[in-house]
């Protein structure tokens, strides 16, 4: 649908946008946060449908996941960033006297990409889009080819309510995306695969473009439960999670390490845990999220049946509806290749440990590729502490699960392969601002200390406001 050369008259006519300095003015920026809830307010009901369409989200599920929780960034966002956003005043030293105020500017970076994935359509797009505004950019959303509704849906709000040389949407396939990278922008911000993560980081490469990512983590995310937990709260909190979006879920668990002294009684709990929520057969809940299409069933379908002798609950699905029960897989060894990469789907593997043990359980996880997330379970909130600090990860919970991502004024981020960069109220204006130093110079009392010739007089000075 779109050449290259349409591309690159999206990007100049924002270019020109940007350089004409409507962007730079707070108040302006606070005016487009209010329209940009607005518009998503006013069109809840065809954001619902079309999330129900792409990915059979129940209506509750679409609006806490995506909806409700753009409006809390929006919301944030627009009540912070005049205090985000003032210039910093800095005490320059007695060594630059008598030039001694410094400021501190916070600058857009001007044209900016956000490619946002699948998974959570609405949310990974417009909760980027809040953080380019605030931070004074314009911006071009390549949307996801694989949820055709929700871009749909997408690009008529932004066509409706903001000028395409402000805010595009583009559509299309990984053609389209890479049409995208070969311009040139200012900041990139991609939230994906690793594999992809590394493409995007090479294409911005060429023109050093300064990139976000935001990753799954090529080696998935862990739950740890030691065998002082809460099992049963733990069962719930993880079955809730695990069917949310059917394990479509970046920050998701993506294989649970649980001590052998309480394995069984813990799958017991999870067991009755997915069947109190989701009944016998989960895919014939009607508020059970299905598989994004048939290849992504297919593959989950396929990772299944290669390990059907380990399955002990779920390990069917509905190919017509696309929904894939939850499946638990037990007992899996460490260094099997399913706990060796990301899932992205309904199954979740358990791996069985010594508690005695956990040293050395934290030791192989640490040096395999850092996760978006870790969770932890156990009665010893020292000990969690002392792990969430060692480790290397986004971010996690301690007996509890994904809610820290929903915390205001914290950021949201990966490192390693599950990403760069942040995001979330100030911490997304900060990734779409970058700090400008500038020094407030005198033109009285200088003194000549500094420049030739130099003396011992000059040196002892120097070494004086220096020490």
Known sequence: MYTNSEIEKIVEAQRAFFLSGATLDIGWRIDKLKKLKMAVICNREKLEQALFEDLGRAPMEAYFCDIGSLILEINETIKGLK???????????????????????????GVSLIISPFNFPVILSF??????????????????????????????????TFSEEYITLIDGGHDVADMCLAQRFDKIFYTGSPRVGVHVLQEAAKNLTSTALELGGETGNWCIIRKDANLKDAARKIAFFKALNSGQICININQI???????????????????????????????????????AYNKCASM???????????????????KYSPTILYPIDINEKIVQRELFCPLLPIVPYND???????????????????????????????????????GGCINEVCLHMMVKGVPFNGVGHSGMGAYHGKWGFMEFTHPQTVLIGSTIFNLAMREHPYSPRKRKLVEFFER
């Open 304 to 322: 299944a049946e290669d390990y059907k002798e380990k399955i002990i609950f779920g390990g069917f699905g509905d190919k017509e509806t696309l």
């Open 83 to 109: 205090k985000w956003a003032r210039p910093e005043t800095h005490f320059s030293g007695f060594h630059c006297f008598p030039s001694i105020i410094t400021k501190v500017y916070k600058v857009p970076y």
């Open 257 to 295: 390490a649980v001590a052998n002294e309480v394995a069984e009684e813990f799958i017991e709990e999870l067991k009755q845990a997915f069947i109190n929520q989701l009944g016998e057969n989960a895919t014939l809940n009607e508020e059970y999220p299905h598989l994004i299409n048939e290849a």
């Open 127 to 160: 909760g980027v889009l809040a953080a380019a505004i605030a931070g004074g950019n314009t911006a071009v959303i390549k949307a996801s080819s694989k949820s055709p509704a929700c871009t749909k849906a997408l690009k008529e709000i932004i066509s409706e």
């Open 356 to 394: 005695s043990q956990i040293d050395n359980l934290l030791d192989t996880i640490s040096k395999r590729e850092k996760g978006l997330s870790l969770y932890v379970f156990t009665k010893d909130i020292a000990w969690a502490k002392n792990v969430m600090q060692k480790m290397q990860f986004g």
